[in-house]
Every structure is written in C-alpha cells, then in structure tokens.
C-alpha cells in the first residue's frame, strides 16, 4: 500500500523547516499532490486559515492526504480529538503515517480513550508498511507487555527492523537486547555495535551505555579515558545518567584529573533533573568537606 506521502517530509514541516510560501491547488477532483499538501498544511501551521480551509474542505472530498496533513496541524495545535477523527479516516485508507499516529493517539489516550490493544493494532498496521517509529513503538510493547502479551523475541524483531532502518532508538535498544540477553542470545560484540550505531547518531543513552562497557571493561578493554568520552557526550545533551557517571569518573581521577569541584558540578546538573544517584553523591562531597556549599 502507498504511504501515500514521506513522512519524513512531515516531520520536518511540524518542526517548523518547510516554507511559508503555499500552493494553490488544482481546483480538479483529482486527489491533492504531495507540494500541494505540504504547502498548505505550511501556510496552515503558519497562521493562514486560507490555508486550513482549503485543507478541510479537500479532506472532507476523502482524500487520504488532505486528511492525513489537516491531522497532523489539528495535533499540533492541540486538538487531538479532530485530528484522531482525520487520522482515522486516512488510516482507513490505508495511510502508514497516519496508522502510526492514530495508534499513538491511542497509546496516550489522546482524543481517544486510551486503548492498549487498538494501540497495538494501528501500530502493527503501520509496522507491517515499513514506517520504522511504529516498529519501534511495537518493540516497546512487546517488551512491556503493553496491549499484547509481553515477548521479547517479538520485541527483538521489531526493534531489528527499525534500528536497520536507522532509527537510533531502536538500534540503542537492540544493545540492550544483546547486552542483558533479552529476546536474542547475549553477545557483547553485538551489543558494542548497536550501541555505537545509535552513538554515531547522538544518541545520549547509547552513548551512555558505551561508555558504561568501557569504565568496565565488558565487551571491549577497560578505558576509563573512552569511558569519559562516551559519558561527556551524552551529559552534554543533559542525559543525567551520563552527567553522574562523569561525575563519578572526576571524583575518582579516572579517565579525567580529578577534580572534586567539575565532579560536584555534573552531580548537581544530574540532581537537578532529579536523579538520585547524583543527589546522594552530591550529598557525600558537602558531607565530607571535599567542596562547600
């Protein structure tokens, strides 16, 4: 079944990068083009209620475009109950994206009364056509038992196929599969591979958990100098985990020099976001004189 449109496009129109500037459309029956929908849901999230009218009123021809781009406005405005009605219409028509939003509509009980198990059947529908957050999704649900019975072989195979699309999340928890033994067989090289797919991407808990295997030596030699790498480019994104572990490593001198007062800065920096950890170790260097208050 066609997408219909890329959902990449999508994405970077409600991120606020497509142009301002709209098309009119053709005043034909013929179904919206793809410009023709981008630009008109630009000109819609941009203000211009020319722009939303148009939309509405090729939505309402059945259009499965029109539907699916009114939608995506509708749910960025806020109006999570109309935009469920628009992406259900799409979705119907077969619509990936608009299947993947739906079923996180109903994930989170947006517009919709929350529903585990209607969730799991958009999600699996707009899986089954490639779209890789909802296979991602469906990792999630299949490892929490959410809406389906937990499985983590299933989980496994949902998360294969996003993290080989390149979805970094996905690819960060195939580590974690392969790390803990979950749904496939432990394997630390594996493990390695995965996380630093997901790392080369920015991903903070892959970096994170790099440098996890590196400060203990799990998978690859022990290098605390690596380790803090790992650690200072997902604390830099303010991944509080990591902002503790470098912490530590300053506390400690290992990988780094030691010094009790950047240790103090990364513990409350992750303190502040609530991480206990980090509070209890920012607690032991007031407690023990080591920096003042």
Known sequence: MNKFFSPRILILLLAGYACQVYAVPSTSTSPMTESEAVSLASGAKNGDTVAVQKLMDAARTDDPKAQTYLAAYLDLTGDHTQAADWYTKAANHGVAWAQYKLGMLYLNGSGVPRDYSKSADWLTKASDQNVSEAQFEMGLLYSNGTGVTRDYAKAAEFFRKAANQGNAMAQNNMGVFYESGHGVPMDLAEAIDWYRRSAEQ???????????????GRGVPKDYVMAAE??????LQ???????????LYDNGLGVAQDY???????????????NEAQKNLGVLYSTGLIKP
Not at 230 to 235: E, G, I, L, T, V
């Open 202 to 216: 920015g991903n903070p808990k892959a970096e994170n958990n790099l440098g996890v295997l590196y400060e203990n």
């Open 238 to 248: 303010g991944y509080s985990h990591a902002q503790n572990n470098l912490g530590l």
């Open 261 to 275: 007062s950047k240790a103090a800065d990364w513990f409350r920096k992750a303190s502040e976001q609530g991480n």
């Open 230 to 235: 790992w650690y200072r480019k997902a604390a």
